[in-house]
Antibody, heavy 119, light 107 residues
Framework: EVQLVESGGGLVKPGGSLRLSCAAS????????MNWVRQAPGKGLEWVSS????????YYADSVKGRFTISRDNAKNSLYLQMNSLRAEDTAVYYC????????????WGQGTLVTVSS | AIRMTQSPSSFSASTGDRVTITCRAS??????LAWYQQKPGKAPKLLIY???TLQSGVPSRFSGSGSGTDFTLTISCLQSEDFATYYC?????????FGQGTRLEIK
């Protein structure tokens, strides 16, 4: 069974940092692009970042560029999101999601991890 | 960035109804469009990709159509489990963008 499990969320003060992880299983992780999508409480979906299968191509939303860094470790079947200089508006559930290289629809999604930025 | 606009933002319907949700892109995106269903407290679920291709395991009462700038998601005969929020997403170019969502409620 294809499975994505996020971890690392929590409460952090404005200006702080947090590193999210996404553990993948049930598929050949190194063959797929991976993505982070977030959803603020009561709001819609917002794409955050994408990374290609070999990390050759990386994209960020303008709202996080320069503050967040996406990375992956294909040997560990894991995806990461390093979040620095966090702001209140970064408060959201963060989902990792798989996509085929060149076809960036998202399937499946993990269950999400909540990041709360508050003093 | 390509703006995706869904209509309506919310509406009420009854079990057995046929419903259509519209998604409009601010510029042409060919058929690079996906639809998702999200239930409260759950992750989104892919329903349709490439505008009209039904994801494996998704009931055939769901269908998608359109290309260019105008797209529709149709549910032919609403079931109780279909009451949820639906999102469209374009993947024609970065940044990837979603519509604001359409909340489908029970009448």
């Amino acid at each position: 069974e294809v499975q994505l499990v996020e971890s690392g969320g929590g409460l952090v003060k404005p200006g702080g940092s947090l590193r999210l992880s996404c553990a993948a299983s049930g598929f050949t992780f190194s063959s797929y692009s991976m993505n982070w999508v977030r959803q603020a409480p009561g709001k819609g979906l917002e794409w955050v970042s994408s990374i290609s299968s070999s990390s050759s191509y990386i994209y960020y939303a303008d709202s996080v560029k320069g503050r967040f860094t996406i990375s992956r470790d294909n040997a560990k079947n894991s995806l990461y999101l390093q979040m620095n200089s966090l702001r209140a508006e970064d408060t959201a559930v963060y989902y990792c999601a798989r996509s085929n290289s060149g076809s960036y629809w998202f399937d499946p999604w993990g269950q999400g991890t909540l990041v709360t930025v508050s003093s | 960035a390509i703006r995706m606009t869904q209509s309506p933002s919310s509406f009420s319907a009854s079990t057995g109804d046929r419903v259509t949700i519209t998604c409009r892109a601010s510029q042409g995106i060919s058929s690079y469009l996906a639809w998702y269903q999200q239930k409260p407290g759950k992750a989104p679920k892919l329903l349709i990709y490439a505008a009209s291709t039904l994801q494996s395991g998704v009931p055939s009462r769901f269908s998608g159509s359109g290309s260019g700038t105008d797209f529709t998601l149709t549910i032919s005969c609403l079931q109780s489990e279909d009451f949820a929020t639906y999102y469209c997403q374009q993947y024609y170019s970065y940044p990837i963008t979603f519509g604001q969502g359409t909340r489908l409620e029970i009448k």
